[in-house]
């Protein structure tokens, strides 16, 4: 499947990898993913899929999985407080940009977390969490879906706005060592997540939301403005004609720069 063996993934040695289970074809990474965890699995289980035919994007969204790309789910036991869980979705943005920049794929992080290479989207990323006793979290599962080697047109989106890494290298990636790079650069930023305002410098360097207007739908209404910044917890915040709002989730859609 792809090159991706558990065998080869095991020999990464990496601590995101402990338990690795990789499957030709299943119907979500993220439902696997997340009865392991249910079941106690630890820290650092990996499920890769070489097909998905039932993958989830953020918003209950399909998320086209053919073979060619890199779809997988981590299990993650952070220690977080379940407040801080939001946190995850940001770290794991600025450490899946990091792993595309290092093969050569220069990638903008649209906020939240949306991996972009000239506004295309190249990769989703999806984190999901089950709380604790003591309002800790229990689990994360943070299932990313990497366009790797197959042409926009595989995606089956009828938007433009997708892009892969072959198009954007010409040529296609080993997908180990995709996935290698990958689960380093997790690893060293989920690292810092307890440290989250250095987190966030890096999503500011990365990002390609701050300083444009932006449109958002939210409790029924429109709302129009400029990104200004993030707050301390990774909220954005927007300029309107009314005053500053925070948003803590959501989906944006950018208009351009004033
Ligand atoms: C998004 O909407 O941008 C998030 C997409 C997340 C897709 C990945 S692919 C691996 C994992 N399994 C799923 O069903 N979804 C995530």
Wanted: one cysteine or more; a negative charge; hydrophobic letters at 40%.
């Amino acid at each position: 499947m792809n090159g991706l063996s558990r065998e080869g993934i095991e020999d990464l040695r990496s601590p995101l990898a402990r338990v690795v289970e990789v499957h030709d074809a299943v119907a979500s990474t993220q439902e696997l993913a997340r009865k392991l965890a249910r079941a106690g699995t630890p820290h650092g289980t990996l499920v890769v899929a070489g097909v998905q035919k039932g993958g989830r994007g953020r918003l209950g969204r399909h998320w086209g999985s053919p073979e060619g790309g890199l779809w997988m789910s981590l299990v993650l036991r952070p220690g977080l407080v379940a407040g801080h869980a939001s946190r995850i979705t940001q770290t794991a943005a600025v450490g899946v940009a990091g792993a595309l920049w290092e093969i050569g794929v220069e990638a903008r992080i649209k906020w939240p977390n949306d991996l972009l290479v000239g506004g295309k989207k190249i990769c989703g990323i999806l984190a999901e969490s089950g709380v604790g006793p003591g309002g800790r979290l229990d689990y994360a599962i943070l299932g990313i879906g990497m366009n790797a080697n197959l042409d926009p047109s595989d995606l089956g989106v009828m938007d433009r706005g997708v892009t892969t890494i072959r198009h954007e290298l010409g040529r296609d990636v080993d997908l180990l060592l995709l996935l290698g790079v990958v689960l380093s650069n997790l690893d060293a930023t989920l690292a810092r997540i307890e440290d989250f305002e250095t987190v966030l410098d890096e999503w500011r360097n990365l990002n390609c939301t701050l300083g444009e207007r932006v449109r958002v739908r939210r409790f029924g209404e429109t709302i129009e403005g400029q990104a200004i910044d993030l707050t301390p917890e990774g909220a954005l915040l927007l300029a309107t004609p009314d005053g500053t709002v925070e948003l803590f989730e959501g989906e944006i859609e950018q208009l351009g720069s004033t």
